[in-house]
């Protein structure tokens, strides 16, 4: 049994998604959780991302670039970090 760190039930392993990443293999939120959290993302409009991205996924152009798409994400993160600090700044 893993507990879910988004409802906080007790579910068995099964009821948790795979993640190679995490400690125990498995993800911190339970599949229900995972799949409500994706809803509210795609809903929200964060996950549609071609458009900021010249229409190109993260997935191709991590493909076209020969990087992860991890990589790529975290370039995104810390140009979009720069750009905030820049305009915190009164840079325009
Ligand atoms: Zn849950």
Redesign the pocket.
Known sequence: MKT????H?A?PLACFGLQSTSACGRRA??R??EAERMRGYRASGAGVNAKGTGGLSHREIARRLGMSKSRIQQLEASAMRKLRAALAEGWR
């Open positions: 879910c760190s988004k409802c039930d579910k939120a339970c229900l959780c």
